[in-house]
């Protein structure tokens, strides 16, 4: 596998909805060699199961300070744990 290309999102301070709005338009940008990484202040529950229904892996975990990481990627063979940065 080539490098791996991350879309980053902030969305800490972003109200909602545009955190959602902003994750949709990046999951429509991945391919096989990129993956979404996002910081949120709380999972984002909507964001998962849209995930889930289009075939998108995914993976959220909480860190010490109660920021939810959360990262998704179409190709299965993206190991998310092994990027997650908690």
Excluded: C, T
């Excluded at 596998?1 to 980053?8: A, Q, V």
């Excluded at 800490?12 to 955190?19: A, F, G, I, S, V």
């Excluded at 109660?66 to 908690?86: D, K, M, Q, S, T």
């Amino acid at each position: 596998m080539s490098e791996l290309k991350k879309i980053d999102l902030d969305a800490r301070e972003l109200e909602h909805p545009k955190p959602l709005e902003h994750a949709i338009r990046a999951l429509q940008k991945l391919d096989d060699d990129s993956y979404f990484y996002m910081l949120h202040r709380k999972n984002p529950v909507p964001l998962l199961d849209l995930a889930k229904e289009q075939g998108f892996q995914s993976l959220s975990r909480e860190d010490d300070e109660g920021n939810w990481h959360v990262l998704v990627a179409r190709n299965p063979a993206i190991e998310l744990e092994e990027l997650l940065r908690v």
